[in-house]
Nanobody
């Protein structure tokens, strides 16, 4: 499975961005997907995840209420809608996929995209 993220960019604090994660596999609807981010000199952290069916979603406490994860099986795409962005949201955002259910840790995901940079200015 190849994953390609897009939608990153520079935005002012309080603004919004929508990230996309498009998969090459026609069986992508069988994969749980997670979004992670890595800020400079920090570990890669879980942001949000969605089950293969889309029926379950999880968020880190730092983004809950501001970010929304969703998926469109028809286009093999998972989205991360980010609102009320803060400078501390600045990071490279990665999507990841795996068939083994919805996880919150990097090691639980087999397939990764190349990342997209999000920069939030104050």
């Amino acid at each position: 499975v190849q994953l390609v993220e897009s939608g990153g960019g520079l935005v002012q604090a309080g603004g919004s961005l929508r990230l996309s994660c498009k998969a090459s596999s026609r069986t992508f609807s069988s994969y749980a997907v997670g979004w992670f981010r890595r800020a400079p000199v920090k570990e890669r952290d879980f942001v949000a995840g969605i089950s293969w069916s889309g029926g379950s979603t999880y968020y880190s406490d730092s983004v809950k209420g501001r970010f929304t994860i969703s998926r469109d099986s028809a286009t093999n795409t998972v989205y991360l809608q980010m609102s009320s962005l803060k400078p501390e949201d600045t990071a490279v955002y990665y999507c990841a996929a795996d068939t083994d259910g919805l996880g919150r840790y990097s090691y639980e995901y087999t397939y990764w995209g190349q990342g997209t940079q999000v920069t939030v200015s104050s």
